[in-house]
């Protein structure tokens, strides 16, 4: 395997952990937002107490895919940058009110009006950051982002505001909300409370189906090489299979409330999806002038930078087992109220 | 104001908003392993709660530092996409170790804060040790990068771009050893002289609080320490920039005019159409001594230099000399205090003194800031010196008064929240407070 192709993989399996754990804390701000019924404050405080010791982890995902992207194939990040500066500039703005109202909730708690308004800051930002990270996934995909040379030609809006781009970004809300209210399920601390979960969980995994088909069928138009792609290649069909494979069981597994190995099956239904973007998008990262080959960095850089992702991950890995350990959720009527769970 | 001035607003306003919290983020966890360690130490709960307090605040700030961390990541992109189209391979690894660094911060800050029932006190006090070691490691390859723009190296510069690029060259540019210890002696000094601050603001209102006076001790020793420091590191670094940026070094000093033994102006105004310093003291020769070690050494002007290459004269002057000033102010304090401690048996708490470090308290942070844009200022009009100007490097994208103001409004906003959120935590500790118990000590 060419060495470009190794750090193309690297950079979509950043891209698919950020989905599976920072995904699901933005899945958790959405059920903040429509948290419901008698056991209202009580889904909040689990949400809190589940993103609370991981969610700057997982959020670290997303700088070390950044990085990797600039540092690997400058010339994309550059294009990508330029084509995408208003829906990045709008996700950065997310990522900022979504983070620190979270943190001034949790540091400043006097279950005053200050703090709900916090809640509601963490909670829409927690809905419009996924959507416009599934638009500028969209726009990518969509091959809507056209070059001259190093100047981008196809304007700061068309692409990512295209029907496509939107339906990506709303079938991306949704993932991330499924995932969230999987894991939670196995979170939970009461049974009530995992129903609660297992509901919205089951009532998402469901709308994801009508999403996905329609986003399928918006990219006959909007993402042609998509549509190819995802429906013609034998291993994208491969995936396809796959996929609904782990979602049919995920919703078994919800139906029969084996929480813990619903997880699995959604997190892989996911990861799943994420991939099944990126090889339908390969060899190209903005069609057709930049490739992973023509906009790969020097081969010595990658090399280095292949060194630097393996010493950190043996850094980063044992940390990681240790902390996703210590938060591991606790049986129920095992723990005291303040011992339990975390997301993961 | 043109987009690349408004380009040029926003990175600054990011990184000025973002390096406060940065180094607290790298400065707190020290502090709050010191406290911790203390009450194991001796026992003394006060000292439990100190780290406790101190773990929230760097909580918080953390947060706040890893948001506009991102930030910056993104707008290295939607600012400067040239420049990182075409140097983003050469300063790839710098950053990407950055990133394993930032990892093993946020695992054990995680630990830390949320575990401390959950897991055995030597692992708590460990993932403590592993937030500090990260913080300063993550500090460190941040400012190899800006070490590279300002004395690139590791690859041969061509009009298509870089080419036989070395990474590793390029991630120890000359002078990185200076530059990373200015920085990290920064970060500690500016956040134990904030800390210190305003834990002689309440001494000063509460004179007997022995909970404050114990912060004060954990606090006043790595505030003396950094202060001391700092001025020799400072000096290292100020001989490295005159052989290898004098015309940054002569924009620092207001040196128009190539002189041998040349005086050290103090203050004052340049004027780069008089080339002259309104306002300045001369001391003699001082220039060159500080310099070069010598008297008599020839020390280059700005007249050496094409005029559409200097840096904003006056901008990096005033700067410059706001970091020297406040840092000798921070010394003289350190040498007082320190000498103080030395003649009493216990860190002194004075009303004099307090009412010092009262003063003091900002000083750190402003050092900080003014150090930062002398490095900044002073290496305009290049992102990359002698390589690629920053106007060649700015996005085509139009309209960025638009992000410019959004970005002022949000963080005005978060700062003020900040200081808001962090004044409660500390109210909680004033003798009275609902959760002051400790505010008297026993």
């Known amino acids: 395997m060419p060495i470009e192709e190794v750090l193309g993989f690297a950079v979509a399996g950043t891209f698919v952990l950020y989905a599976l754990l920072g995904g699901a804390d933005f899945g958790g701000g959405v059920w903040d937002l429509l948290a419901l019924g008698p056991r209202k404050a009580e889904q909040r405080a689990l949400i809190a107490r589940a993103i609370g010791p991981v969610w700057e982890v997982n959020h670290v995902w997303l700088i070390v895919g950044l990085v990797l992207l600039f540092s690997g194939f400058p010339r994309a990040f550059a294009a990508l940058s330029v084509a995408l500066h208003v829906p990045?500039?709008?996700?950065?703005?997310?990522?900022?009110?979504r983070g620190t109202a979270f943190t001034f909730r949790a540091y400043d708690t006097r279950g005053d009006a200050v703090e709900r308004r916090w809640g509601v800051v963490f909670s829409v930002a927690s809905v419009v950051a996924p959507l416009l990270l599934g638009m500028c996934v969209g726009a990518v995909a969509s091959d809507a982002i056209r070059m001259q040379g190093h100047a981008v030609v196809s304007g700061f809006f068309a692409s990512w505001l295209s029907p496509f781009a939107v339906s990506v970004g709303v079938l991306t809300l949704g993932l991330f909300a499924f995932l969230a209210a999987v894991y939670l399920t196995h979170e939970a601390h009461t049974p009530q409370l995992a129903e609660d979960f297992r509901r919205r969980a089951l009532v998402t995994g469901g709308l994801l189906f009508p999403l996905a088909l329609a986003v399928l069928l918006l990219s006959k138009e909007g993402a042609p090489r998509v549509w190819t792609g995802l429906s013609q290649t034998p291993f994208a069909l491969a995936l396809h299979v796959g996929t609904a494979v782990a979602a049919v069981v995920a919703f078994a597994l919800l139906w029969t409330r084996r929480f813990r190995a619903a997880r699995v099956a959604a997190a892989t239904q996911a990861g799943l999806i994420v991939l099944g973007w990126a090889v339908s998008q390969a060899p190209y990262l903005v069609y057709p002038g930049l490739t992973l080959r023509s906009a790969a960095a020097s081969p010595v850089v990658m090399?280095?930078?292949?060194?630097?992702?393996?010493?950190?991950?043996?850094?980063?890995?044992?940390?990681?087992?240790?902390?996703?350990?210590?938060?591991?959720?606790q049986p129920p009527g095992t723990a005291s109220g303040a011992q339990e769970t975390t997301a993961t | 104001m043109t987009d690349l001035l408004y380009a040029r607003a926003q990175m600054g306003l990011s990184l000025a908003f973002h390096i406060v919290f940065a180094a607290a983020g790298v400065a707190l966890p020290v502090l709050m392993v010191l406290s911790d360690w203390k009450h194991r130490r001796t026992g003394d709960?006060?000292?439990?709660?100190?780290?406790?307090?101190?773990?929230?605040?760097?909580?918080?700030?953390?947060?706040?530092?890893?948001?506009?961390?991102?930030?910056?990541?993104f707008e290295l992109g939607l600012l400067w996409p040239e420049f990182m189209g075409r140097y983003g391979e050469v300063i790839g690894l710098p950053f990407s170790l950055e990133g394993v660094a930032f990892f093993t911060e946020a695992i054990f800050l995680g630990i830390y804060l949320y575990g401390r029932e959950r897991v055995s006190p030597n692992l708590h006090l460990f993932s403590g040790v592993m937030v500090a070691v990260s913080g300063a490691a993550s500090a460190f390859f941040v400012t190899l990068v800006n070490t590279f723009m300002n004395n690139p190296s590791g690859f041969t510069a061509t009009p298509a771009g870089p080419v036989d690029v070395q990474p590793l060259v390029a991630m120890f540019s000359p002078g990185w050893q200076y530059q990373t210890a200015h920085v990290l002696l920064s970060c500690y000094q500016a956040s134990a002289f904030a800390m210190a601050g305003i834990h002689a603001f309440i001494l000063l209102k509460h004179p007997g609080a022995a909970f404050h006076k114990k912060a004060l001790s954990v606090a006043l020793p790595l505030a003396c320490i950094t202060a001391l420091l700092q001025p020799l590191v400072g000096d290292l670094s100020a001989k490295h920039v005159a052989k290898a940026q004098p015309v940054k070094l002569a924009a620092m000093e207001g040196h128009f005019h190539t002189e041998v033994g040349a005086p050290l102006l103090l203050g004052g105004l340049p004027d780069v159409e008089t080339r002259t310093v309104p306002g300045s003291i001369g001391v003699p020769k001082g220039l060159s001594i500080l310099a070069f070690g010598d008297p008599d050494a020839e020390v280059k002007g700005l007249n050496e230099f094409p005029r559409d290459t200097w840096p904003p004269v006056a901008k990096v002057h005033v700067a410059?000399?706001?970091?020297?000033?406040?840092?000798?102010?921070?010394?003289?304090?350190?040498?007082?205090?320190?000498?103080?401690?030395w003649r009493g048996r216990e860190w002194p708490h004075g009303r004099g003194l307090m009412r010092a470090w009262l003063f003091a308290g900002p000083l750190g942070l402003v050092a900080l800031e003014a150090g930062w844009l002398v490095t900044e200022w002073g290496r305009q009009p290049w992102i990359v010196r002698g390589v690629m100007r920053t106007s060649e490097a700015v996005t085509p994208v139009p309209h960025l008064a638009a992000p410019f103001f959004t970005f002022t409004a949000v963080y005005l906003f978060l700062g003020v929240t900040v200081l808001f959120v962090l004044w409660r935590q500390v109210a909680g500790t004033l003798p009275g407070a609902a959760d002051g118990k400790v505010a008297h000590g026993h």
């Not at chain 1, 990045?88 to 009110?97: A, D, E, P, Y």
């Not at chain 2, 780290?51 to 605040?57: C, F, I, M, R």
């Open chain 1, 88 to 97: 990045l500039t709008l996700l950065v703005l997310g990522i900022v009110f």
């Open chain 1, 303 to 329: 090399r280095l930078l292949l060194v630097a992702l393996a010493v950190g991950a043996v850094t980063v890995v044992p940390s990681m087992v240790l902390l996703f350990r210590v938060f591991r959720p």
């Open chain 2, 45 to 73: 709960n006060d000292y439990r709660k100190l780290s406790e307090k101190l773990a929230k605040g760097t909580a918080i700030l953390f947060a706040v530092g890893a948001v506009s961390g991102t930030v910056l990541s």
């Open chain 2, 320 to 341: 410059f000399q706001v970091m020297v000033g406040t840092g000798s102010l921070m010394a003289l304090l350190a040498l007082v205090t320190l000498w103080r401690r």
